[in-house]
């Protein structure tokens, strides 16, 4: 596998392929991770990941100082691996040489909402660094993680918008046995905190099972599933059931006729926020 650090450096290694597939990661690879780089694999060859820890997307108190950085891991993975062809690794101020002035500013009614709503800038980070490094690698494919619900449904629609040349794919999420999302940000958890996580996922599994049984409130079954997780210590920010196609609210009419929709979910249990979603 070849480890690059600068632009100048990734495009030589790719002039001339014309099937590129492409991984965007903040490193502290795991399975998840893993997963990801073998659907690219599926969809394209070579494979490039990237890993880049992208200060734009965090707020003034988040975790950007201790978001964990494991390069030396995160290579020896790969090369166990054997997905990825090339690994593009830029600091700073490869991918900032200047600040960042222009920006992509996804509309309030996709990135204002829901984790836009508790994390402002966090979509215009996301959609900045993306457009980046697509532009950086240019990829016939890019591929995208469904756990994070709403960003890969940014991505996806920023590109379509500016008619850019990459399909983006997606991966299903990939679970611990007990139903926990993997993430990075898992490795912040305590032992007790590990094993009340994976009630984030029952919790959006209950509500799928109420609207199985014929419960048709939906805005009522995400109240409930806030109250409940919120009585076992949880700080909830938002559960709320969605349309898949566009992350708005349903209608009754829509969800008595079987419109596609997303439980979406986003709680603190601790100091670590964890997402989840399921497809309804």
């Known amino acids: 596998m070849k480890v690059v650090h600068t ?3 990734l495009r030589d290694q790719l002039r001339g392929q014309l099937r590129v597939s492409f991984v965007p990661t903040m490193g502290n690879l795991h399975e998840g991770h893993l997963a990801l780089m073998k659907t690219a694999r599926q969809h ?3 494979v490039v990941a990237s890993i880049f820890v992208n200060r ?15 390069l030396p891991a995160d290579i020896e993975k790969l090369e166990r691996d054997r997905n990825v ?6 600091d700073e101020r490869e991918m900032y040489p200047e600040p960042q002035n222009f920006r992509v500013q996804p509309p309030d009614d996709l990135g204002g909402i829901l984790e836009g709503e508790f994390r402002p800038g966090f979509f215009a980070g996301v959609s900045t660094v993306v457009l980046k490094l697509l532009s950086c690698v240019q990829p016939r494919v890019a591929v995208f993680g469904k756990k994070d619900y709403q960003q890969l449904m940014i991505v996806r629609a920023m590109c379509r918008q500016f008619q850019l040349p990459v399909e983006i794919v997606p991966q299903e999420t990939v679970r611990a046995q007990d139903g926990l999302a993997l993430s990075s940000r898992n490795g912040y958890l305590s032992a007790d905190e590990r094993a009340e996580a994976p009630v984030l996922y029952a919790t959006l599994q209950r509500i799928q099972a109420e609207l199985r049984g014929g419960r048709r409130d939906v805005a009522a079954l995400a109240r409930n599933a806030a109250d409940t997780l919120s009585g076992r210590g949880w700080n909830v920010d938002y559960i709320a059931v969605r349309r898949q196609r566009d992350l708005l609210a349903p209608t009754q009419e829509e969800v008595d006729r079987g419109e596609p929709l997303v439980a979406l ?3 603190k249990l601790g100091a670590t926020r964890l997402i989840d979603n399921l497809e309804l």
């Open 7 to 9: 632009i100048e450096e």
């Open 44 to 46: 394209g060859d070579p």
């Open 56 to 70: 734009l997307q965090f707020g003034p108190n988040e975790d950007f100082d201790r978001y964990p950085r494991t």
């Open 85 to 90: 062809y090339a690994l593009f690794a830029p």
């Open 265 to 267: 979910a986003a709680a």
